[in-house]
């Protein structure tokens, strides 16, 4: 049977039978490199069918205004057609600086911003969210329930990321169901190596319907992930809508290539 039905210790369901991905667009270089890849590589995930895209304006691919400015460059070539999220991956040192990067963003219409300071500056990110109002989210790299738990009660985060991958599937599902009783959401972290992770996710979110969006890169958009177009190379199916249905296969629904496996075993 399908992982979702052990999640949810019944047949019956699943709680969504339909899940949205969004990609995350991360490149290096120089800035206007980094413009032009963004650009381009959201036109061929757009070509492809999907629809939410995530921006990363960090410090090592943005200065300071640069972090606005590609927001904007992007969002004015794609227009009004596509949800966009941002990810300034704990970038603010100073509150100030953060703030007015959180209203750009949410003027541009970004529908959450994931990590603008540490997740321990919970005064931050209480006061970013009563200040600005747009939706923070944070947790990719995050273990354990206690530490989901903490996020929610002093720092008023909105929307947590467990990664199956990093918490364990049951993890993840303790820590959606968690969220629910709080209201809260949930966009499963999923940027990893092998389609295992977004196996897990897509259970997740048939499991949880506080799941709004599942974190997902496709090898076929990012062809550096040759270990997962390896071990891996089964991809779940995109519908013409740009989302996808939920799994019906046993287990988590991911066969790994077991020759693959070999090939890039490491003795220890």
């Known amino acids: 049977m399908p992982a979702w039905h052990l999640l949810l210790g019944s047949a019956e369901g699943p709680e969504q039978h339909v899940i949205t991905p969004y990609i995350t667009i991360f490149n290096r270089g120089s800035y206007p490199d980094v413009v032009a890849k963004a650009k381009e590589d959201i036109d061929r995930a757009r070509s492809f069918g999907y629809r939410h895209f995530k921006i990363e304006a960090t410090s090592y691919n943005t200065d300071e205004r640069q972090a ?9 070539h794609v227009g009004d057609s596509v949800t966009l999220f941002v990810d300034n991956v704990y970038r603010w ?3 100030t600086a953060g703030a007015e990067a959180a209203k750009a963003y949410k003027s541009l219409g970004a529908e959450f911003l994931e990590d603008p300071f540490l997740p321990e ?3 931050w990110w209480r006061r970013l969210r009563d200040e600005v109002g747009l939706p923070l989210a944070t947790g990719g790299g995050m273990e354990t329930l206690e530490r989901f ?3 929610m009660e002093f720092a008023n985060t909105d929307i947590l990321q467990p990664g199956a991958h990093v918490a364990g599937l049951l993890g993840a599902h303790e820590v959606a169901q968690a969220a ?3 209201v809260r959401s949930i ?3 999923g940027v990893s190596a092998t389609t295992l992770a977004t196996g897990g996710a897509l259970h997740l979110a048939a499991a949880n319907p506080n799941v709004k969006y ?3 890169a496709p090898a076929n958009l990012f062809r550096v992930l040759r270990l997962r177009s390896d071990v891996t190379p089964d991809e779940p199916e995109l519908r013409p809508d740009g989302t996808f249905l939920a799994p019906t296969t046993p287990g988590i629904g991911v066969d790994c290539d077991t020759d693959a ?5 490491v003795s220890g």
């Not at 606005?68 to 004015?76: C, H, K, L, P």
């Not at 496996?261 to 075993?265: A, G, L, N, T, V």
Request: proline residues 3%; glycine residues 0%.
């Open 214 to 216: 599942i974190e997902y």
């Open 187 to 189: 966009t499963p972290f």
């Open 180 to 182: 629910a009783k709080r």
């Open 121 to 123: 500056q919970w005064e």
């Open 261 to 265: 496996i070999d090939k890039y075993r």
């Open 93 to 95: 040192a100073e509150y």
């Open 68 to 76: 606005v400015t590609i927001v904007d460059e992007v969002r004015s």
């Open 149 to 151: 738990l903490a996020q």
